[in-house]
């Protein structure tokens, strides 16, 4: 097997687009299908929605009530009045701004450096970067557990969103090399001959080229650091708690509180989903144009 | 390039990922032959940690439920996204919308996923769909109790937020399928399932393989659905590698540090098994490049 299995996810991304060729014939049934497998796939989402917006007595009744009450939003403003959310909010949003911004920072230079150096010593970096994308995750986090509390940094935003560049590098860097690999070489080649030093010519010529790359990597280290539950189980406790953990201690405890990690899963859920429907338009009018107009 | 640039390049990422990666892994590796607790030094112990995980019944049971969940999993998501995305790929006006709505139970976050999944279920949170089956079959499942239901709630539940990779990955695929190919099939008298089967499948076998690779990974080190979806994991036997790891090592106090390190020594063995013709793939790459 001799593919490279992050091109083809950056190629993925690129068909949402309008088809290159027109169907042979129409199939409603095929339709009629997929409309329902999306329902179904909405489905829990769905269901999440009409339960934290009912009140509390019928919220969780059996059988489900469908009418006869009035919906609500208490469940949310009990969420921000009764717990602490707006501080995990917070937190989680520092931590994934943080985390992305890190990760892009010191991933974009290695990428570029593995996608120009083709030799054994790339090769050999990238199946690392493979291979500690496949770690089980306790195998790092639990000595970074031990390591934070020994240096004192446990429990704090900064040393989360340090673990999560980490953790996430080794994606972060094999993605962008797919989108470098793409941008011919004769270009860096050009660019320093007109006299630009190598880093400038990163800065100028390559990382504008990489705008939509460089957005689809951030994207997806954002969406990992702003979900992550794992490691910020292990890595926090009260002052930098996240609200994937938040939502996690709620469960198990009374309705209300229940009905509460559904409004603060919801909160969680809507700008990822706005993301993901507004990156689908961006990236594929930013790739199936061919970004590299080399 | 030049050998030292690559290295100021490369440097601040190496440098990350070597103190925050590579360290605490030679630590997990060096714990798993300790008797360990959290901030004290360990002692030496030899390979009594993975004796200890080896002949561990509970262990064995969740080594089981995690390869059967896995296995399963993976074959659903390989037939059921290759025929979802077949049916996307003719799509034309309504494709983003579709890939829209398909995407969201894959950029959700696992927990709230099985969150809102385990409400779906829960007779005591209105159990929509236990109504539904009840109305159907008038059987009761108790989803959450019972060993083998769980577990198919818990793949369910899998499914539901992989798919949308697994089709998005093999939409790719098909789409750099020549049409040539399959117009040649067409010509030669094949049928539309022998095309699919005889042609199409084996161009974008590549693409398969590595939906297959992704899959068995993630679901490998499952952990955050089981919370929600599997509270009695222990009790039913539906516990996860990730699980164990963690109810012994970390979960309200525990210590088992030494313990917990062997398992997760064992399970990166397994995955680097896995991984081999993968990277055997990039190694066979960079020979030609040179």
């Known amino acids: 097997m001799t593919i490279k299995p992050l091109d083809l996810s950056t190629r993925a991304i690129t068909t949402g687009g309008a088809p290159r060729r027109k169907p042979t014939r129409r199939r409603p049934l095929t339709g009629i299908l997929l409309g329902l497998l999306c329902v179904l796939m909405l489905s829990p989402f769905i269901w999440m929605t009409l339960s934290v917006t009912k009140p509390t007595d019928v919220a969780f009744a059996n059988p489900p009530v469908f009418s006869g009450y009035t919906p609500t939003l208490q469940a949310f403003v009990d969420l921000w009045q009764t717990t602490y959310f707006a501080d995990y909010l917070v937190n989680t949003l520092v931590v994934a701004v943080v985390s992305t911004v890190l990760a892009l920072v010191i991933g974009i230079p290695a990428a570029y450096a593995l996608s120009r150096f083709p030799s054994y010593v790339s090769a050999l970096l990238l199946v690392l970067a493979l291979v500690f994308r496949a770690l089980p995750r306790f195998a790092v986090v639990l000595p970074m557990y031990d390591i934070s509390k020994s240096l004192g940094i446990y429990d704090t935003t900064f040393a989360l969103a340090l673990a999560l560049v980490a953790i996430n590098q080794p994606f972060t860097i094999w993605l962008l090399r797919n989108f470098f690999a793409e941008i011919p070489r004769e270009l860096d080649e050009a660019a320093m001959i007109d006299g630009c030093s190598r880093i400038g010519m990163l800065r100028r010529v390559m990382i504008p080229l990489m705008g939509p790359g460089i957005l689809t990597a951030g994207i997806f280290v954002f969406l990992f650091a702003f979900q992550e539950y794992l490691t910020a189980l292990v890595l926090t406790d009260s002052s930098s708690k996240t609200v994937p953990v938040f939502i996690a201690t709620q469960l198990g405890q009374t309705l209300p509180m229940l009905q509460q990690a559904g409004a603060a899963s919801m909160l969680l859920t809507i700008p990822v989903v706005v993301i993901a429907f507004i990156a689908q338009k961006y990236l594929v009018a930013g790739l199936s144009d061919g970004a590299v107009k080399g | ?290």
């Open chain 2, 1 to 290: 390039m030049k050998t030292r640039e690559f290295w100021v390049l490369f440097f601040p990422s190496l440098l990350v990922m070597g103190a925050l990666l590579v360290l605490p892994l030679v630590r997990t590796v060096q714990w798993s032959f300790e008797q360990v607790r959290y901030g004290v030094p360990g002692e030496f112990v030899g390979l009594a940690n993975f004796v200890e995980a080896l002949t561990d019944v509970r262990f064995g049971r969740a080594v089981l439920f995690t390869v059967s969940v896995t296995v399963v999993t993976t074959i659903i998501l390989l037939v059921g996204g290759y025929i979802i995305a077949t049916a996307v790929n003719r799509l034309t006006i309504t494709r983003p919308l579709v890939l829209g709505i398909m995407l969201v139970s894959y950029v959700l976050p696992n927990l709230v996923g099985a969150v809102a999944f385990s409400w779906l279920f829960d007779d005591s949170f209105g159990g929509l769909a236990n109504r539904i089956i009840e109305a159907f079959t008038g059987n009761q499942v108790l989803w959450f109790t019972d060993q083998v239901p769980n577990g198919i709630l818990v793949i369910a539940n899998t499914v539901w937020s992989m798919i949308p990779f697994a089709m998005l990955i093999i939409l790719a695929g098909l789409q750099g399928v020549p049409s040539e190919l399959k117009e040649a099939a067409r010509i030669d008298g094949a049928s539309s399932f022998q095309t699919h089967l005889h042609v199409i499948i084996p161009t974008i076998r590549g693409v398969l393989g590595f939906v297959t690779l992704i899959t068995i990974m993630d679901v490998l080190r499952m952990f955050d659905n089981l919370i929600p979806l599997s509270p009695q994991a222990q009790s039913i036997g539906n516990e996860s590698i990730m699980l164990y790891v963690y109810s012994v090592a970390f979960a309200d106090g525990a210590q088992r540090l030494g313990l917990g390190s062997a398992i997760n020594v064992l399970t990166i063995l397994l995955i680097l098994i896995m991984l081999i013709p993968f990277i055997r793939g990039i190694f066979k790459e960079a020979k030609a490049e040179r």
